[in-house]
T-cell receptor, first 113, second 118 residues
Framework: GENVEQHPSTLSVQEGDSAVIKCTYS??????FPWYKQELGKGPQLIID?????GEKKDQRIAVTLNKTAKHFSLHITETQPEDSAVYFC????????????FGSGTQLTVLP | DTAVSQTPKYLVTQMGNDKSIKCEQN?????MYWYKQDSKKFLKIMFS???????INETVPNRFSPKSPDKAHLNLHINSLELGDSAVYFC?????????????????FGAGSRLTVL
């Protein structure tokens, strides 16, 4: 089955700096890669996703890049703000199916004021 | 209105007891899930269920069972609770499409139910 590894497990940045979280996946058939943000006391929420036919996708301060050859994808957050502090999860699935999502182990991002 | 709601939010109980967590979604989704999040924040799928198919993660003990009275509800029953069952349990839902379709892949999670077994 699919295995998704996520690094780092914790990340602290100064407000205004950039944050990068990296994930690798094992199954070359995976074609859908979402990122979820989990704020304290809440459930994870989708913030951005990318499909295997696209190399990069941006949404305001958030971007995701995908390298299919190397089987890794990354989340980039620019101009970080305190409200970006949360746990971030990457995930991968085949056939773009939510039923087959495999999550990474999560990254606790702390943005220091 | 809350899209995916779970009750109770907190549950403290003794070892050996039987308990249930309820989940309801008002999104019209046809697939519902239960995830377990341990103390290290790792998210592990337990079940996915729609009206056609129940998929059980083989690592889930048979003390755990999902019950779906209708498409909008998927409850989690746990028998003979053990200390290791302490975790946050998340219900989620999604819309299933035969073809890959934007929006069909999105999991909508509830706020979680924190179970503490003493």
């Amino acid at each position: 089955g699919e295995n998704v590894e996520q690094h780092p497990s914790t990340l602290s940045v100064q407000e205004g700096d950039s944050a990068v979280i990296k994930c690798t996946y094992s199954d070359s058939a995976s074609n859908y890669f979402p990122w979820y943000k989990q704020e304290l006391g809440k459930g994870p929420q989708l913030i951005i996703d990318i499909r295997s036919n696209v190399g990069e996708k941006k949404d305001q301060r958030i971007a995701v890049t995908l390298n299919k050859t190397a089987k890794h994808f990354s989340l980039h957050i620019t101009e970080t703000q305190p409200e970006d502090s949360a746990v971030y999860f990457c995930a991968a699935s085949k056939r773009g199916s939510a039923r087959q999502l495999t999550f990474g182990s999560g990254t606790q991002l702390t943005v220091l004021p | 209105d809350t899209a995916v709601s779970q009750t109770p939010k907190y549950l403290v109980t003794q070892m050996g007891n039987d308990k249930s967590i309820k989940c309801e979604q008002n999104l019209g989704h046809d697939t519902m899930y239960w995830y377990k999040q341990d103390s290290k924040k790792f998210l592990k799928i337990m079940f996915s269920y729609n009206n056609k198919e129940l998929i059980i993660n083989e690592t889930v003990p048979n003390r755990f069972s999902p019950k779906s009275p209708d498409k909008a509800h998927l409850n989690l029953h746990i028998n003979s609770l053990e200390l290791g069952d302490s975790a946050v349990y998340f219900c989620a839902s999604s819309r299933t499409e035969e073809r890959v379709h934007s929006g069909a892949n999105v999991l909508t999670f509830g706020a979680g139910s924190r179970l503490t077994v003493l």
